[in-house]
């Protein structure tokens, strides 16, 4: 975090713009947390997680929309999440085996 205050300027952090910057990574640990908590550890694994300045991105597979849904409630339940986008796609399901 003190690096991003660095990098926004002296003026900002006089101002104190460096205290509303969340950490990032500390966030994504929260909402990967979040995921596995409310949806399943094995959504959690299947989600990437990426945050920049408090703005989540959440990519990967999902077996059903369901899934999707509640991976995204359960990031935007986390305090900090500034923002959240969705690259979430659903696996495709392969066709029944023949007998």
């Given at each position: 975090?003190?690096?991003?205050?660095?990098r926004?300027?002296?003026?900002?952090?006089?101002?104190?713009?460096?205290?509303?910057i969340?950490?990032?990574?500390?966030?994504?640990?929260?909402?990967k947390?979040a995921?596995?908590?409310?949806?399943?550890?094995?959504?959690?694994s299947?989600?990437?997680?990426q945050t920049?300045?408090?703005?989540?991105?959440?990519?990967?597979?999902?077996?059903?929309?369901?899934?999707?849904?509640?991976?995204?409630?359960?990031?935007?339940?986390?305090?900090?999440?500034?923002?959240?986008?969705?690259?979430?796609r659903?696996?495709?399901v392969p066709p029944?085996?023949a007998?």
């Amino acid at each position: 975090m003190l690096f991003r205050c660095l990098r926004a300027g002296a003026a900002a952090a006089l101002l104190g713009a460096c205290a509303a910057i969340p950490d990032d990574g500390a966030l994504t640990a929260r909402v990967k947390a979040a995921i596995a908590t409310d949806v399943s550890p094995t959504t959690a694994s299947a989600i990437d997680v990426q945050t920049e300045g408090g703005v989540v991105r959440l990519s990967g597979f999902v077996y059903s929309e369901e899934q999707a849904v509640r991976a995204l409630e359960a990031a935007a339940s986390v305090r900090g999440v500034l923002a959240l986008q969705s690259d979430l796609r659903l696996k495709p399901v392969p066709p029944p085996r023949a007998p």
